[in-house]
């Protein structure tokens, strides 16, 4: 299975802040990455696809960018409602798998 | 609007048998695949299973197979994991998730644009 490693772990950043998560594979994925926001207690929302297409209803602050192993997740201008917990996913290869979550909280 | 509500989550004992449901509706069912993913308690996401749009290839992870059998029924819009010899390991919000794509199966090249709220499922003596 394709091991996906995000980093940082956590983040902590203010509003208005520019942000970005970074997720890499174990081995070349092409360009299928997903992102994906969770907020507590919440179901995750998918942001990103093919990492790079933002999702219909999810705001232009968010971009994604990369192919290969090395991925980012950009957020612009941070906003209150950011604040969540951040994950990727590979969908090259079979079975998906995804990283282990990257939380992004409040400075 | 698209929406997903799961059911059938509970406390059972190691090696007791469960029946997870998704009420599918806002979307034609029958034409998207169909996920199960999992999330233990305070840890990361968990693909767990998928099945094609009209049910007849099903694919697992192996940390589930030969103990879980994804199934849908397309005439009420719903999805199924059953789950048996259940471990403490298995121990997790279990979530269905739409396939993005208008597509009978794709293993690859795929997202999940729509969840349900995930019911827990606690294996425990």
């Known amino acids: 299975d394709i091991q996906m490693t995000q980093s940082p772990s956590s983040v902590s950043a203010s509003v208005g802040d520019r942000v970005t998560i970074t997720c890499r594979a174990s081995q070349g994925i092409s360009s299928w990455l997903a992102w994906y926001q969770q907020k507590p207690g919440k179901a995750p929302k998918l942001l990103i696809y093919a990492a790079s297409s933002l999702q219909s209803g999810v705001p232009s602050r968010f971009s994604g960018s990369g192919s290969g192993t090395d991925f980012t997740l950009t957020i612009s201008s941070l906003q209150p409602e950011d604040f969540a917990t951040y994950y990727c996913q590979q969908a090259n290869s079979f079975p998906p798998t995804f990283g282990q979550g990257t939380k992004l909280e409040i400075k | 609007e698209v929406q997903l509500v799961e059911s059938g989550g509970g406390v059972v004992q190691p090696g007791g048998s469960l029946r997870l449901s998704c009420a599918a509706s806002?979307?034609?069912?029958?034409?998207?695949?169909m996920h199960w993913v999992r999330q233990a308690p305070g840890k990361g996401l968990e693909w767990v299973s998928l099945i094609s749009g009209d049910g007849g290839s099903t694919y697992y992870a192996d940390s589930v197979k030969g103990r879980f059998t994804i199934s849908r029924d397309n005439s009420k819009n719903s999805l199924y994991l059953q789950m048996n010899s259940l471990r403490t390991e298995d121990t997790a919000l279990y979530y269905c998730a739409k396939d993005i794509y208008e597509q009978q199966l794709a293993l690859t090249m795929t997202a999940y644009d729509y969840w349900g709220q995930g019911t827990l499922v606690t294996v425990s003596s």
């Open positions: 806002g979307f034609t069912f029958d034409d998207y695949a």
